[in-house]
T-cell receptor
């Protein structure tokens, strides 16, 4: 079966750095996406990785290792507004997105 | 309109009733999707459409139907609602079936 694993919840301090991990087992791989979802709102696109390595976008970076079936999202200089759920999704061989359950990130002052 | 809109925002429905959730996008995206999101689970694909006039089944299609008469609209119909269909429903769209998906604001549906 297809599976995306990510931690259920993480806590971090304002101004710090946090890494959210995602491991996957899917039938085929056509890219990995990270989305941010604030409570009661829609998911919004953060990043896309299809090749191994690090993609940096401001305070957010995303890393992919296809051989390990592993990705992480790195958030730097955490702000209170970063409190949200972070969703990892893999596009499989049928070009359908398989979603993890999300990681709820709590930022403390 | 800018992006994707969904209606209604929320709805309480009696079991056995028919309900259509509406989704409209103005980005001229070819592909559109319906997902449901339940606590503790990832988003699950209900139905999708890669282009106007075509639709396909996702992971959890039973009890739902869709149509795609034009590029902009992608309604989701529950023919006879059951309590297990209580969920938050998100519509999404993308330029093509292989591109980044963008989401509407969601419809919170409660079936009693």
């Amino acid at each position: 079966g297809q599976n995306i694993d990510q931690p259920t919840e993480m806590t971090a301090t304002e101004g710090a750095i946090v890494q959210i991990n995602c491991t996957y087992q899917t039938s085929g791989f056509n890219g990995l996406f990270w989305y941010q979802q604030h409570a009661g709102e829609a998911p919004t696109f953060l990043s896309y990785n299809v090749l191994d390595g690090l993609e940096e976008k401001g305070r957010f970076s995303s890393f992919l290792s296809r051989s390990k079936g592993y990705s992480y999202l790195l958030l730097k200089e955490l702000q209170m507004k970063d409190s949200a759920s972070y969703l990892c999704a893999v596009m499989d061989s049928n070009y359908q997105l398989i979603w993890g359950a999300g990681t709820k990130l709590i930022i403390k002052p | 309109i800018a992006g994707i809109t969904q209606a209604p925002t929320s709805q309480i429905l009696a079991a056995g009733r028919r309900m259509t959730l509406r989704c409209t996008q103005d980005m001229r995206h070819n592909a559109m999707y319906w997902y449901r999101q339940d606590l503790g689970l990832g988003l699950r694909l209900i139905h999708y459409s890669n282009t106007a006039g075509t639709t396909g089944k996702g992971e959890v299609p039973d009890g739902y139907s869709v149509s795609r008469a034009n590029t902009d609209d992608f309604p989701l119909t529950l023919a006879s609602a059951v309590p297990s269909q209580t969920s938050v429903y998100f519509c999404a769209s993308s330029t093509s079936g292989t591109d980044t998906q963008y989401f509407g604001p969601g419809t919170r549906l409660t079936v009693l």
